[in-house]
């Protein structure tokens, strides 16, 4: 392992899979999710992954109104790379989904590779009041629900974001989808350096086990060589084992609190910038470096920030 290899942080700040009543300290309006990306970028995340919420209820929102009064503000206060969703919430159609990065033009968004189970509702057995309606029959529904990424949702996105030579952080979930991120390759529809996030421990994709981490990395190494940067998130508790490990075989990292609330057991992370700390000392400890927002421009070959449409 290099000790001159530099790693990138992402940061997603809120996501769509935690509700308000979970942890005080998810944000929820315009200017908590503006001080939580801000706060991450400085504590050395080089992207942050944004979603949006409702700024009274905190349900998850993909309207472009509902990104815009914080998107700007952190184009104005940081040089971070800020990375759009395309996955929404899995209760939306990817017309939904797709509009905030159809409108904004980002330098990368995420996009998921594959139709899944999205098990959510184990979260019952921890948490069980609820300040918002909407909370527990968001959380019990995805006992029957399936997150729609069909082939021609796939397609669809990647057709609509090509003007806007806006990169994908490309989540996969399990196997398949390393397999199907190389159909499109092999079509031509989108185009290396792949920056593939591997999420481990979703209940419905594959899990935590360090086997799970190697067999990933090993499939991704034969699929694309060197055409790909590789990233990690662990969901939950799995966030820094799973980062460290991913670490020491040559990955790059991803932490939030749209991926875990927790900092240790029992002890929700009050800040993004808490667990991009936390990411950072294990970095650093490796005797490794973490990326600039600059350097991560160049290692994924982004546009620039100033080739966005907000």
């Given at each position: 392992?290099?000790?001159?290899?530099?790693?990138?942080?992402?940061?997603?700040?809120?996501?769509?899979?935690?509700?308000?009543?979970?942890?005080?300290?998810?944000p929820?309006?315009?200017?908590?999710?503006?001080d939580?990306?801000?706060?991450?970028?400085?504590?050395?995340?080089?992207?942050?992954?944004?979603?949006?919420?409702?700024?009274?209820?905190?349900?998850?929102?993909?309207?472009?109104?509902?990104?815009?009064?914080?998107?700007?503000?952190?184009?104005?206060?940081?040089?971070?790379?800020?990375?759009?969703?395309?996955?929404?919430?899995?209760?939306?159609?990817?017309?939904?989904?797709l509009?905030?990065?159809?409108?904004?033009?980002?330098?990368?968004?995420?996009?998921?590779?594959?139709?899944?189970?999205?098990?959510?509702?184990?979260m019952?057995?921890?948490?069980?009041?609820?300040?918002?309606?909407?909370?527990?029959?968001?959380?019990?529904?995805?006992?029957?629900?399936?997150?729609?990424?069909?082939?021609q949702?796939?397609?669809?996105?990647?057709?609509?974001?090509?003007?806007?030579?806006?990169?994908?952080?490309?989540?996969?979930y399990?196997?398949?989808?390393?397999?199907?991120?190389?159909?499109?390759?092999?079509?031509?529809?989108?185009?290396?350096?792949?920056?593939?996030?591997?999420?481990?421990?979703?209940?419905g994709?594959?899990?935590?086990?360090?086997?799970?981490?190697?067999?990933?990395?090993?499939?991704?190494?034969?699929?694309?060589?060197?055409?790909?940067?590789?990233?990690?998130l662990?969901?939950?508790?799995?966030?820094?084992?799973v980062?460290?490990?991913?670490?020491?075989?040559?990955?790059?990292?991803?932490?939030?609190?749209?991926?875990?609330?927790?900092?240790?057991?029992?002890?929700?992370?009050?800040t993004?910038?808490?667990q991009?700390?936390?990411?950072?000392?294990?970095?650093?400890?490796?005797g490794l470096?973490?990326?600039?927002?600059?350097?991560?421009r160049?290692?994924?070959?982004?546009?620039?920030?100033?080739?966005?449409?907000?």
């Amino acid at each position: 392992m290099s000790k001159n290899r530099k790693v990138i942080i992402t940061c997603a700040v809120t996501g769509a899979i935690h509700t308000p009543s979970m942890s005080p300290h998810l944000p929820i309006t315009p200017e908590e999710i503006v001080d939580a990306a801000i706060g991450a970028a400085e504590a050395g995340a080089a992207l942050v992954h944004v979603h949006a919420r409702h700024p009274v209820t905190g349900q998850p929102d993909q309207s472009p109104e509902a990104f815009e009064p914080f998107l700007r503000v952190i184009k104005q206060r940081s040089n971070c790379v800020i990375n759009i969703t395309t996955g929404g919430a899995p209760t939306m159609g990817v017309e939904e989904r797709l509009r905030p990065c159809a409108t904004f033009k980002p330098e990368v968004a995420s996009l998921n590779m594959g139709s899944m189970n999205f098990g959510l509702y184990p979260m019952l057995n921890r948490f069980n009041e609820f300040k918002h309606d909407w909370e527990r029959p968001y959380l019990e529904g995805s006992k029957e629900r399936i997150f729609k990424n069909t082939f021609q949702d796939i397609e669809n996105i990647l057709a609509a974001c090509a003007e806007n030579n806006t990169r994908f952080e490309i989540e996969c979930y399990d196997i398949g989808h390393l397999y199907t991120l190389s159909h499109f390759a092999d079509r031509g529809l989108i185009k290396p350096p792949f920056f593939v996030q591997s999420v481990f421990g979703i209940l419905g994709g594959i899990g935590p086990h360090p086997e799970d981490i190697l067999h990933m990395k090993r499939t991704a190494d034969r699929l694309f060589g060197k055409d790909y940067v590789w990233s990690v998130l662990g969901a939950g508790r799995n966030q820094l084992p799973v980062a460290t490990m991913a670490v020491s075989m040559g990955g790059n990292v991803r932490v939030g609190l749209e991926d875990s609330l927790w900092i240790g057991p029992g002890q929700l992370a009050k800040t993004n910038a808490e667990q991009v700390r936390a990411a950072r000392q294990i970095i650093e400890g490796m005797g490794l470096q973490i990326a600039t927002s600059d350097e991560a421009r160049e290692m994924l070959q982004l546009k620039g920030g100033d080739k966005v449409a907000f």
